[in-house]
């Protein structure tokens, strides 16, 4: 069956702007996680999402937000974005809620801020 | 502040050798994972080790699972170019998953 697919690959955006970012899971999984991996901070959790509702949130500030739709796709949307939140953005979809289950994880999203 | 510390965080070896990559906590985990990321792609689960004391063999690769559950090995054998890549392992209370920040591997041929 087909991974978990993220849109666009790579991203360019300038301070200030806002952007969104997309994840498909693998068919039949209801729990997307989202992460941030940076050199210096390595892989952090940002939140996850399971039936349509956030289930647990890292330590991001607000302007880190998501949802989740009915097929499970989920969004990630970074507003007023800052030079720091260059990364590489990955999404993991699980069949169990929370990072008890297996999670595959997407290529990723590489977020370049300027 | 990291919840898991890993060791090295680099690690070059030759073709054919053995490498020990180590990962340590302060906290107690219920379950730890390793993950395999390699260039351009997101990290891909090795093994889930649940139980203290627990090894677990995947071909050439040994993962032990402390007996106090708070630190976690893995051991490669004759390593191959493609083991090349970065080794993460991760652990979670409350569903969260918490990385370290990895320990890059690069086997030369």
Redesign the interface.
């Known amino acids: 069956k087909a991974g978990v697919t993220q849109t666009p690959r790579y991203l360019i955006k300038t301070r200030g702007q806002q952007v969104t970012l997309s994840c498909s899971p693998i068919s039949g999984h209801r729990s997307v996680s989202w992460y941030q991996q940076t050199p210096g901070q390595g892989l952090q959790f940002l939140f996850e999402y399971f039936s349509e509702t956030q289930r647990n949130k890292g330590n991001f500030p607000g302007r880190f937000s998501g949802r989740q739709f009915s097929n499970s796709r989920s969004e990630m949307n970074v507003s007023t974005l800052e030079l720091g939140d260059s990364a590489l953005y990955l999404c993991a979809s699980s069949l169990l809620q929370g990072s008890i289950g297996e999670q595959f994880f997407g290529p990723g999203t590489r977020l370049t801020v300027l | 502040t990291?919840l898991l510390e890993q060791s090295p965080q680099f690690l070059s070896i030759q073709e054919g050798e053995n490498l020990t990559v180590y990962c340590n906590s302060s906290s107690v985990f219920s379950?730890l994972?390793w993950?395999r990321q390699e260039p351009?792609?997101?990290?891909?689960?090795l093994v889930?080790v649940v139980t203290g004391g627990e090894v677990k063999k995947l071909k050439r690769l040994t993962f032990q699972f402390g007996d106090a559950r708070k630190d976690s090995s893995l051991h490669i054998t004759a390593a191959q170019p493609g083991d090349t890549g970065l080794y993460?392992c991760?652990g979670?209370p409350?569903?969260?998953?918490?990385?370290?920040?990895?320990t890059t591997v690069t086997v030369r041929a």
């Open positions: 990291q379950s994972q993950y351009g792609e997101g990290p891909v689960l889930t993460l991760a979670g409350d569903y969260k998953l918490s990385f370290g920040a990895g």
